[in-house]
């Protein structure tokens, strides 16, 4: 198995976390990865928002789950939220949104989130992406202007230690076609 | 400097092709990195098509640009084209979308493509991502139906050999904050 194969194999979503502070050196590295994502007309239509500060890291999370919703429980472990605020695109990739009904921005928050939690797993650390908060209770936390979107939340820590779990995919053939749709 | 910075450093847009066919084996093992790829709610939204018949190919390359927007004509060199179809994020997901107003599946497109592309690089390989292309045209090349999406197409094969370019980014005080957006 190649390098980026075991990589991408051992990254997967941490929901325990180790009551352990993770070094700003290793923080850095991960958002250095993020950083140097490729965006569509290289707009790099993001701000990271670092939440390490644990009483307001602490309301970041409550702003992730509620009573009837509580998946995202754990992130109340997590010593780091990073909210990233989706910026708009350059103005060439806003042409491509206009004249091909494209939303280019989105695509590229993806890319940079994953650039961001693989640099983790290269690092020991866990991270959890989530897509499922309380957008406006987090963006006034986070003195985000309205007008802005916050897409992507991730939570940062030392991993609980467990053994990797076995990836549940579909089967190539149910996502891989030559040639032709059908 | 880690491994996997190495290789995002080495990722870069290949819009120069070398004549060689790309091994069946390494472009399985990009597919394999796409499809390991995180989805909210473990969705998967995505079919990829490989487009490697020559004629097809030249067809969808020819579907990237135009006389008056030419950047894209590079991908007549390439051997072989990828073009994603977006499909419907899982019912939880979907419930994201409609609840937090949050589109997910674009998000996990571009995570997808990602690792499909940096595993490229790690085979040597050079891909570029675009997202300016005649989509009903490559819909009907492919037989896409009219009620989905290709929101990304990937050029792949072996790069010309040419200098890593220096990657030119946002300073990182630009792009990064602490507890605050403001």
Redo the contacts between chains.
């Keep these: 198995m190649?390098?980026?194969?075991e990589?991408?194999?051992k990254?997967?979503?941490t929901r325990e976390y180790q009551n352990t502070p993770v070094e700003d050196i290793k923080l850095e590295?991960c958002?250095?990865?993020a950083?140097?994502?490729?965006s569509?007309s290289?707009s790099?239509p993001?701000?990271?928002?670092?939440?390490?500060?644990p009483q307001?890291k602490d309301q970041v999370a409550k702003a992730t789950f509620s009573k009837a919703v509580s998946f995202n429980k754990f992130t109340l472990e997590a010593p780091i939220m990073i909210a990233i605020?989706t910026e708009k695109s350059k103005i060439t990739?806003q042409m491509?949104n206009f004249l091909?009904?494209?939303?280019?921005n989105?695509?590229?928050?993806?890319?940079a989130?994953?650039?961001f939690?693989?640099?983790a797993t290269?690092?020991g650390l866990g991270t959890c992406?989530l897509?499922?908060?309380d957008?406006k209770k987090i963006k006034s936390l986070?003195?985000?202007?309205n007008n802005?979107r916050i897409?992507?939340v991730i939570s940062l820590g030392y991993p609980v230690d467990t053994p990797v779990r076995e990836?549940?995919?579909?089967p190539?053939n149910q996502?891989?076609?030559?040639?032709?749709?059908?």
């Design positions: 190649s390098y980026f194969s990589l991408i194999n990254r997967e979503s590295r958002l250095e990865a950083r140097l994502a490729p569509a290289n790099q993001w701000t990271f928002i670092v939440v390490n500060e307001l605020v990739a491509g091909k009904n494209q939303q280019y989105l695509i590229d928050i993806g890319i989130t994953e650039h939690c693989l640099q290269e690092e992406i897509g499922w908060f957008e986070l003195s985000v202007p802005k897409n992507i990836k549940i995919r579909k190539m996502i891989l076609r030559y040639n032709s749709y059908k």
